[in-house]
């Protein structure tokens, strides 16, 4: 076990930000913490980074205590902040090189960490320039090159693509896959469902400070009890096609708006076939689309809210 | 290790911000050279009219001989067309008649009184309310500490001030003195020195407002690694401005300092110390750049201002206490005695007190910016 964190309490006045808290994560895992605003996820790290102290619960990081391995800890810790935490009056190579110094890099090796952190991020072309003639997007990756740069066992990443374009949302997300395939293990917190579902090994669902659901998305979404649906763009609409698919296992309702058929079918139904069957004998299929239930959806039956109320 | 390379890449990132740097380096520099030039007297070709007037010397004795002599200085005949008369109705006939502009009168028991602790007068006749005349007399009552000249205005006596008698400080019957322009121009580059405390304040502020600081609390370094390498950085980085200063009161003074320069250079260097962790806790307490500019800029103001008004005489009440807790009236002290062969003892005081300031500033600087969970 890389990290575990068992009932950790943390409270700010009368606010209770995270409430008896539980959670491992296993070496090589992209885990993802997801939840919204306010949920308490940023103060979870916080606190496994040392930098808020818990009121009670214990946290073991590489199977040691933060109270007595602190400097060893951190060592192997690289953090990506979710605000932009780089100096823009230093170049973008000036900036690793500051950071890497504090890990105690020095000399060819850090000179050679540096560039690959560079190259990693595809800042190598820009290593001279200062941030402050950078967009967003690349501020960003410096963010997150600055957090690599010591090659940590474990990096946290908290909120990394907040504000960004696409191009460098998508960079990012492939550099986090490319680094959990070179050995890393990820702590991913976002309120971005889609990214957390696209990289995440497993996931952590907090919210109002608990823990309210965690395991990998598979496992997530078989807690879901709501129906499937199949959606079919038909060439031409036949509404006796409607009346032959509602006699098909499973199928709860079907109806025809213009050339689109809605399928609703109970979860795990397994009557796809049929009803491609059902609607090629009638029509042309010019499209299907089978929705599965989302993350989205899991926290909304969770907690009776949207992630981004 | 981690401390100087901190400190390194702090006077970096200081020297990038050239607009600060040219605040804090080159706005000094040019009030050096301004300064200099008016201390040095380098205009004194221009062909100004003298002041004309006259005096009396009723008394005869040791001080008002002084008194002479201070009138017969080079640096006083510069400005002054000045003549000694035979009695006090002629000088006083000359003032009505306009051939002066006024007439000194030094009565015949001024260097009695003064020797047998008493209270005196020097008096001044003239016509005009505001007289230069009084400007030297005070002059020379300042650098005596004896007493507040009477002006006669239109021929009225008025008694505006008496001093409690002469004190132990040294009487340079050569003029040669920090006069009233120099110490305002001493104490006022002395608070643009100051003004310095602004980049610690700054240099705190920003690293918490841009996050850098987290950085710094989730490295593996020392508690106390990176506050110590932002003050050595901002201590360096204002390092340049007090060598201005030592070079600029060596240019001015250095030939009266009898090799004392080691005093002025330990000086500067206490009083750097001073500003960067004054800048650094107020930055540290006020966490707002406004906010902290703000206190910086009052703060040295109101501990520039209370050494000048001691050094000018017109401290009263809070002030004179308050002057004992501030820096820029150390380093007047001890630049000043250096020059003018003041009392060795207050010069080491001045510095140890200084030295305890330091310490005292730069530990409450490193405690408050300490590395801690929050």
Redesign the interface.
Known sequence: MLVEVKNLVKRYKDVLAVDNVSLSIEEGEILGLLGPNGAGKTTTINAMIGLTRPDSGEILIFGKNFNNHELEIKRDLGVVPQDIAIFEDLTAYENLCYFGKLYGLKGSLLKERVEEALEFTGLLDRKKQYPKKFSNGMKRRLNIACALVHHPKLIIMDEPTVGIDPQSRNHIIQSIKKLNEMGSTIIYISHYMEEIEEICTRIVIMDQGRVIAKGTKEELKALMTSDERVVVELSSANYTLVDNIKKLSGVKDAYINGTELTVISQKNSKNLNGIIAQVSENSEIISLNVEQPSLETVFLTLTGRSLRD | M?VL?IAY?TV??NI??WKLFLLLIGAPLVFYLIIANVTTNVNQGINLEKFKLAYFDADGGPTAQQFEGFLQTKEILTAFDIQKVDSLDNGKQMVKDGKIEALIYLKNDFSQSLKQGEKTNIEIFSNKSISATRLLVEGFINTVNTSSAIKKIAGDINVTEVSSGIQQIAISSTGKTFNDADKSAFIGLLEMLSYGALLGCLSVINSMK???L????????NDLAYVSGQFLGNYLTLCPSSGLFIAFTYFIWGSSMQGNILNIILTFLLLTGIITALGMIVGYLTKKTGLGAIISVCLNALLSGAAFVWMMGTAHGFLKWFVFLSPQYYVYVIVADTIFEGFTSRIQVSLISLAMAVTALTAVTLFLGRRK??
Do not use: G, M
């Not at chain 2, 987290?214 to 370094?221: A, D, K, Q, V």
């Open positions: 981690n390379q890449y970096l990132r990038r911000d841009k996050n850098t987290l950085r710094f609390n989730i490295s593996p370094i969970a929050v």
